[in-house]
C-alpha cells in the first residue's frame, strides 16, 4: 500500500453528521478512486477522478461528493451520514499501466 | 451489466498443495483483468494484472490464465505456504472507469 495514504484510519459518526476522508498518493498518478466494501458484496465504486479538477460517479455515488483540487488528493465527503454509510472505504490509484494501487481503508461506523 | 463472481467462497488446503482459484464474468467486453490479494482489515495488494490482449501472466508461484470467450480466469498458486493465507479477489475492468470486483475467496493454508 505504499504511496496511498488515507486519513482517518477509524470513525464513529452519529447519523446526520458529516465528515470527508483524505486520500493522498505520493506516484503522481492521475486517476484516484474511492470504493466501499462491505461483507459479501465485493468492492463498489463510489466515485474516480481522471484528474486534477475532474470528478465522476461511479456504481453508488448517491450520499457522496467528492472533490480534486490537487492532483495528490482525492476526497470523499459524507454531507449527512446514514447508517447504510457503514462500510470500509478504500482509496485506489492507477496509472497508464492500469494496476490500481490501494490505501489501507478507512473504517467508518454511522450509529 | 458485467457480474463478476468468484467461487468457492473460501477454500482450506493443507501447506504444499498446489490449488485453482476461478473468476468467472458475464461480459467478455473487457479491458483488463486484475487478481488482488486482501489480508484481514488491509488494503488490496496488486498480484497479477492481464490486459485484454494476453492470455496469462505470471509472478513467482502464482500464474493467472484469461480466457475471454468463456468469461473465466484463474489463479494458480503452487505449493501453498500459510503465509498464501488470505482473501483473493479479482476485478474486471470494461469500458471506462469502472471496474467490478468479485467477492472474493477466502483461502486458508494449513501448516
Known amino acids: 500500500n505504499a504511496g496511498v495514504t488515507q486519513t482517518p484510519k477509524f470513525r464513529v459518526l452519529k447519523t446526520g453528521q458529516s465528515m470527508t476522508l483524505l486520500c493522498a498518493q505520493d506516484?503522481?498518478?492521475?486517476?484516484m478512486y474511492w470504493y466501499r466494501q462491505d461483507p459479501g458484496m465485493g468492492l463498489r465504486l463510489i466515485h474516480y477522478s481522471v484528474g486534477e479538477g475532474t470528478t465522476a460517479k461511479g456504481e453508488v455515488p448517491d450520499g457522496y461528493n467528492v472533490s480534486r483540487l490537487k492532483k495528490q488528493n482525492f476526497l470523499l465527503g459524507l454531507e449527512s451520514a446514514a447508517p447504510s454509510q457503514t462500510s470500509v472505504y478504500f482509496c485506489?490509484?492507477?496509472?497508464?499501466?492500469?494496476?490500481?494501487?490501494f490505501g489501507p481503508g478507512t473504517r467508518l461506523l454511522v450509529l | 451489466k458485467q457480474e463478476v463472481t468468484q467461487i468457492p467462497a473460501a477454500l482450506s488446503v493443507p501447506e504444499g498443495e498446489n490449488l485453482v482459484l476461478n473468476c468467472s464474468f458475464t461480459?467478455?467486453?473487457?479491458?483488463?483483468l486484475q487478481w488482488f490479494r486482501q489480508d484481514p482489515g488491509k488494503g488490496l495488494t496488486s498480484l497479477l494484472l492481464?490486459?485484454?490482449?494476453?492470455r496469462e501472466q505470471t509472478s513467482g508461484r502464482l500464474n493467472a490464465s484469461l480466457d475471454k470467450s468463456s468469461g473465466r480466469s484463474t489463479l494458480y498458486i503452487a505449493a501453498s505456504q500459510p503465509g498464501d493465507s488470505a482473501t483473493y479477489l479479482c476485478?474486471?475492468?470494461?469500458?471506462?472507469?469502472?471496474?467490478?470486483f468479485g467477492a472474493g475467496t477466502r483461502l486458508f493454508v494449513k501448516a
Open positions: 492481464i490486459q485484454s490482449s494476453q
Open positions: 506516484m503522481n498518478h492521475e486517476y
Open positions: 476485478a474486471v475492468k470494461g469500458g471506462g472507469f469502472k471496474t467490478i
Open positions: 461480459d467478455s467486453a473487457i479491458y483488463n
Open positions: 485506489a490509484i492507477s496509472g497508464d499501466g492500469e494496476t490500481q494501487y
